[in-house]
């Protein structure tokens, strides 16, 4: 059984664990296990979060992308033990909880290259909650909440109660830093649990959301480009379908030259060897999910959809290096006579 | 293959996706480079000296041959210490 481990990120003070009660009072959701995190030695989210202690683990110890790699692995492992052990009660499913000031990214790598973690858990999809009345702000003063928006699979808006609703200004921002992320109004963590967190990979399961996200990004060989304080979010669109290595080739080289800068890749790919099953690619910086081949196109339209968000990036930049690629790789072909 | 064209503007924007000082301008099939205190020339391979594509001339010796533009661009950020960001390999995912 693989048990999908969904990501609760955002700022401090934004909602993320009014949303967690929420999603736990869900009687659907009651084999939850909750992984909290918080800076500093006295915890106290995980005493607002708790309904029971045997399936909710603190981590105190501090902030979680800076010790992924040690503290969450061992934890999520020793859950598994404990629970198969029936040291805690059966859950099909974790919730992590991340500190206000998280960079989500490690967190998500860990999740995805680790081989221990990888046979019985699958990345969910990453909930980013940004609050209503102060997002703006937030996001115009700390690159963390930009890097939580941009990160993100879900985008929550919290407290619009109080803000008379998503504000123009920061549904604009939010459009700007992360156009693949449906935004969700919640009112006192009030929202479906089953719109934020999908039944397991969040790959396949999200291609619509690219879909409609690059429709409105129009046509074009550079279709479209948002930008908000540096991070930008590139629509490259191609009618004819790709050849696998040119696909391959051109991943490779965006994780070698954008590094850490390039934050999240998502794209519905047509390959030449396989037009009539699409390939969804998505990825966090340099580390890529297994590509997930679908049985069929989602709708009529089959070209080739990437969206990359990156730091920095210039925003011609993806579009040249993908024709350059593709043109040496026909001209490769041609020579080859294949 | 690209064109000097469409080659220089890739290189250009390479060079400020590393944060190069530089410029990167067409010259005839190929491309003049004027970064980081050097300059340097690309220019296409004869076709016949496939597969080598491109000829990477700092003019200081022996031009180096690159077998694609993925390559090129990756011998140009090492000449030109565009090492600004880590380069990193692509990482594909553990299956779940």
């Not at chain 1, 490690?106 to 973690?117: E, G, K, N």
């Not at chain 1, 790919?269 to 297994?290: C, K, M, T, Y």
């Not at chain 1, 920095?312 to 040496?328: H, K, T, V």
């Amino acid at each position: 059984m693989t048990i999908p481990v969904a990501v609760l990120t955002g700022f401090l003070g934004s909602g993320k664990t009014t949303l967690l009660r929420r999603i736990l009072a869900d009687p659907r959701y009651a084999g939850t296990a909750v992984i909290v995190n918080e800076l500093g030695a006295v915890g106290l989210d995980h005493d607002l979060v708790a309904r029971s202690e045997e399936d909710l683990v603190a981590l105190a110890t501090g902030c979680l992308c800076c010790s992924v790699r040690g503290d969450l692995v061992r934890t999520l492992l020793e859950l598994e033990a404990r629970r198969a052990a029936g040291g805690v009660p059966p859950y099909g499913r974790v919730v992590i909880e991340t500190s206000g000031l998280a960079d989500p990214a490690p967190i998500l790598h860990a999740l995805m290259t680790d081989a221990d973690l990888g046979a019985g858990h699958a990345l969910d999809r990453v909930v980013t909650v940004v609050d209503a009345l102060h997002g703006e702000a937030t996001l115009d003063r700390h690159p963390e909440a930009r890097r939580q928006a941009a990160l993100a699979d879900r985008i929550v808006v919290s407290k619009t109660d109080l803000a008379g609703g998503i504000p123009a200004e920061l549904a604009g921002r939010l459009a700007a830093l992360n156009p693949m992320a449906p935004r969700l109004a919640a009112v006192a963590g009030a929202i479906a649990p089953d719109r934020l967190l999908a039944a397991g990979g969040a790959g396949a399961a999200d291609v619509g959301d690219l879909v409609r996200a690059l429709a409105r990004a129009g046509d074009g060989p550079a279709a479209g480009a948002w930008h908000s304080q540096g991070i930008a979010a590139i629509a490259l669109v191609r009618d004819a379908p790709l050849p696998a290595v040119a696909l391959t080739l051109f991943l490779q080289a965006l994780a070698e030259h954008c590094g850490a800068d390039l934050l999240r890749l998502k794209g519905i790919v047509a390959l030449a060897e396989a037009p009539e099953r699409p390939v969804v690619v998505h990825g966090v910086q340099h580390v890529l999910h297994p590509p997930e081949w679908l049985e069929r196109w989602p709708g009529d339209d089959r070209r080739t959809r990437i969206v990359v968000i990156g730091r920095a990036i210039p925003g011609q930049w993806p579009g040249r290096l993908l024709d350059a690629i593709i043109a040496e790789v026909a001209e490769e072909s041609r020579r080859r006579g294949t | 293959m690209a064109s000097g064209n469409a080659l220089a503007l890739l290189i250009d924007d390479s060079l400020r996706l590393w944060g190069v000082d530089g410029r990167a301008t067409a010259d005839g099939a190929g491309v003049r480079i004027a970064a980081a205190g050097a300059t340097l020339a690309v220019r296409a391979a004869d076709p016949a000296a496939r597969p080598v594509r491109w000829l990477l001339d700092d003019g200081a010796g022996r031009p180096d041959a690159c077998p694609s533009v993925v390559v090129l661009l990756r011998l140009l950020r090492d000449r030109l210490g565009g090492d600004r960001r880590a380069a990193r390999a692509l990482r594909v995912g553990a299956a779940g």
